[in-house]
């Protein structure tokens, strides 16, 4: 069984940054590949980044392309999404998730309770 635990959210202005920490316990960490949701009001939540056991490789919806970065740090146990160019259209509540490598939601086993993320115009 894993544990997620997200950190990180909180209210920013349009152009900002902020970096999203989960925290994984429990099973093995490294031979999960991990990955970032998120949900906004009224909406379905939708893929946001994954990154692979494999090879490290990484993932992306299109709308955060250029902006986003999904990494992570082995001996932490933890997975990060840095956020850059925030726009209020990235407001939504981010969620952390793993054994996952698609885009739906069925393909992770494991998540974590979310954290808000906020952009102002």
């Known amino acids: 069984q894993v544990q997620l635990v997200e950190s990180g959210g909180g209210s920013v202005q349009a152009g900002g940054s902020l970096r999203l920490s989960c925290t994984a316990s429990?099973?093995?960490?490294?031979?999960?590949?991990m990955g970032w949701f998120r949900q906004a009001p009224g909406n379905e939540r939708e893929f946001v980044a994954a990154?692979?056991?494999?090879?490290?490789?990484?993932r992306y919806t299109d709308s955060v392309k250029g902006r986003f970065t999904i990494s992570r740090d082995n001996a932490k146990n933890t997975v990060y999404l840095e956020m850059n160019s925030l726009k209020p259209e990235d407001t939504a509540v981010y969620y952390c998730a793993a054994k996952g490598w698609g885009t739906s939601l069925s393909d992770y086993d494991y998540w974590g309770q979310g954290t808000q993320v906020t952009v102002s115009s």
């Open positions: 990154i692979s056991w494999i090879d490290g490789s990484t």
């Open positions: 429990g099973r093995t960490f490294s031979n999960n590949n």
